[in-house]
């Protein structure tokens, strides 16, 4: 069954502290995963993309990780600022082109 | 970077009436777009796939007559929430797959429309 999981659910951190959300997938086959941001109340906005062959990628503050072998992603943030206050969702899309969407990770930031 | 347009961003609406919602590629062309509703606090889960020509792909569970969708051109799909109801109160959400130079695509979302039905 093709399954994205997020981790953690939610989290809180204080303004300038770094944080690490977590992606694993079982999709199959595997065209590429990316993250995206999405504010309340408004559609996704991509971060990052990777294809099974890039194990890193920088996107200004937020770099993103994956070990295509264990089928693992991470996604660090950082420096927070109060407008990374977001959901963050990791969406792993099959050679077919169908997505494969995870929970998200709400990310609440605090001065 | 490619934009997707979504309108409009809110509506509200009376139970029995009915509503559309259009989706826009504004600087590529899709031939394929996807439908999705995201209920607070949970993940997008797709409820259909629009295709420029053709029928829609309906997803499990989601009815197609009630939910009528239209991929009248390469640029534009509408999806029209017919006789809504409360429990219709969601935010539904478009997206476009424009595909990349690798192989692979890059999915664009709208922004989003906020359905309350009264």
């Known amino acids: 069954k093709n399954q994205v999981e997020q981790s953690p659910q939610s989290l809180i951190i204080l303004e300038g502290k770094n944080c690490t959300l977590q992606?694993?997938?079982?999709?199959?086959?595997?065209?590429?995963l990316r993250w995206y941001k999405q504010d309340t109340g408004r559609g996704p906005v991509s971060l990052t993309i990777?294809?099974?062959?890039?194990n890193t990628k920088s996107n200004g503050r937020y770099t993103a990780t994956l070990d295509a072998d264990t089928k693992q992603s991470s996604l660090h943030i950082t420096a927070s600022q109060l407008s990374d206050s977001a959901s963050y969702i990791c969406v792993v899309s099959r050679s077919d082109y169908k997505l494969s969407f995870g929970a998200g990770t709400t990310v609440t930031v605090r001065a | 970077g490619a934009v997707v347009s979504q309108h409009p961003s809110r509506v509200i609406c009376k139970s029995g009436t009915s509503v559309k919602i259009e989706c826009r590629s504004l600087?590529?062309?899709?031939?394929?777009m996807f439908w999705y509703r995201q209920f607070p606090k949970q993940s997008l889960m797709l409820m259909a796939t629009?295709?420029?020509?053709?029928?829609?792909?309906?997803e499990q569970g989601v009815e197609k007559d009630k939910f009528l969708i239209n991929h009248a051109s390469l640029t534009l799909s509408t999806l029209t929430v017919t006789s809504a109801h409360p429990e219709d109160s969601s935010f539904y959400i478009c997206?476009?797959?424009?595909?990349?130079?690798?192989?692979?695509?890059?999915?664009?979302f709208g922004q989003g429309t906020r359905l309350t039905v009264v």
């Open positions: 997206s476009a797959p424009k595909r990349l130079g690798f192989g692979g695509d890059e999915a664009f």
């Open positions: 990777m294809t099974f062959s890039e």
């Open positions: 629009s295709n420029e020509g053709s029928k829609a792909t309906y």
């Open positions: 992606c694993n997938y079982t999709v199959s086959p595997f065209s590429n």
């Open positions: 600087d590529f062309q899709a031939t394929t």
